[in-house]
């Protein structure tokens, strides 16, 4: 079946650095990719769609300055929290579905814990 | 009130019960999902249904359109179906947008 490898599984930096999140498609071309956010004992929130080669579409409230989005490649896509503070620790996790009809299932990685100390 | 509500919240069970989780939803929708996520955090993704019904190995996922409604069971569970249960729909009018439930709980003790 379609795999998605995220990485890291886990970060720990201190407030003000920016930390880099990948999230790969291994074995599909991924037209689209989703960031979401989870925090403790709550569903997940999506941040952002990302189409190859665009600009990501923002949910309301996400701070696109803040997070990052690039998606330059049919493989790959990447979140990058810029001058992360405590408040931006949580559990960040990407989809991807491939080419066609965009009623399909997504597919997710394992997630990246994130703490910001 | 949540677009995507499920209950129950927890459940616990023994090896071997037959178990169900539902969901209900309030908004126009193209597909309903069910996903598994592990303690870890991974997701994996179950069903994706629009009608009907569907059977995978010991899992059944069934919807009602007219009720927006749907149940995902578990026959013979076992304490390694032991994750989070979480129901999502496909927007109609933006069929790439998931709204999640807030997830069941499960825990099958042997």
Redesign the interface.
């Known amino acids: 079946g379609a795999v998605v490898s995220q990485h890291p599984s886990w970060v720990i930096c201190k407030s003000g650095t920016s930390v880099k999140i990948e999230c790969r498609s291994l074995d599909f071309q991924a037209t689209t990719m989703f960031w979401y956010r989870q925090f403790p004992k709550q569903s997940l929130m999506l941040m952002a769609t990302s189409n190859e080669g665009s600009k990501a579409t923002y949910e309301q409230g996400v701070e696109k300055d803040k997070f990052l989005i690039n998606h330059a490649s049919l493989t790959l896509s990447t979140l990058t929290v810029t001058s992360a503070h405590p408040e931006d620790s949580s559990f960040y996790i990407c989809s991807a579905r491939g080419p066609g009809p965009s009623n399909q299932p997504q597919h997710f990685g394992d997630g990246t814990r994130l703490s910001i100390l | 009130k949540n677009e995507v509500e499920q209950s129950p919240q927890n459940l616990t069970a023994q090896e071997g019960e037959f178990i169900t989780i539902n969901c209900s939803y309030s908004v126009g929708i193209?597909?309903l999902?069910w996903?598994q996520q592990h303690p870890?955090?991974?997701?994996?993704?179950l069903f994706?249904l629009s009608s009907g019904k569907k059977k995978h190995g010991r899992l059944i996922a069934t919807i009602n359109i007219q009720e927006k409604h749907s149940s995902l069971h578990i026959t013979a569970s076992h304490p390694r179906d032991s994750a989070v249960y979480?129901c999502?729909v496909?927007l109609d009018y933006n069929?790439?947008?998931?709204i999640?439930?807030?997830?069941t709980r499960l825990q099958v003790f042997p």
């Open positions: 193209s597909a999902h996903l870890g955090g991974g997701i994996v993704s994706m979480i999502a496909s069929t790439d947008k998931l999640f439930g807030t997830g």
